[in-house]
């Protein structure tokens, strides 16, 4: 991303977060120098924190989802570069296309293939072959089946113990 397009969207954001900052600040110096607040001021005033609030958590939503769909297709991007490489790395050169000049420096693995378990480097490789670490889910919904399977894990965990007394 350019300078130009994220200094002025900070300076957006601190700007709404003041705005908010300033509506709390103002409904708390109401509420706590008069005793006999009406109540339709008050719920305007928590109104418009709620509206603000609400807008800001969209607009980071938003660029959340744009900040993930853009990961998404960098890795795709990634993937695609890796497995062109590994088929110039593996083909003769009488298969590589006219123009394409092989290394003649050994091969340099980037991967810690040699330091792990072949089961874990196995699944590492089901993996990315499957999705990356949300298996294809976005970020958002992995999070919450994460916190949904948590829940009933705990609930099985405890309804188990029970019986077992």
């Known amino acids: 991303m350019d300078l130009t397009i994220l200094i002025p969207l900070g300076r957006k954001i601190f700007q709404n977060l003041t705005d908010i900052k300033k509506a709390v600040a103002d409904c708390h110096s109401s509420f706590a120098e008069q005793n006999d607040c009406k109540f339709s001021v008050l719920k305007e005033m928590l109104m418009k924190i709620e509206l603000a609030f609400s807008e800001y958590r969209e607009h980071e939503q938003e660029k959340m989802e744009e900040l993930a769909k853009l990961e998404s297709t960098l890795w795709q991007e990634c993937s695609i570069l890796a497995e062109k490489i590994s088929v110039l790395e593996h083909s003769s050169p ?42 294809g889910w976005k970020d958002f919904s992995h999070q919450t089946f994460l916190k949904i399977r948590r829940r009933y894990v705990r609930q099985n965990s405890t309804t188990s113990d029970e019986k077992s007394d």
């Open 94 to 135: 009488q298969q590589l296309p006219q123009g394409v000049i092989r290394p003649c420096h050994p091969p340099v693995k980037l991967a810690l293939a040699d330091s792990v378990l072949p089961e874990v480097a196995a699944f590492q490789e089901y993996l990315t072959n499957s999705g990356g670490r949300t298996g």
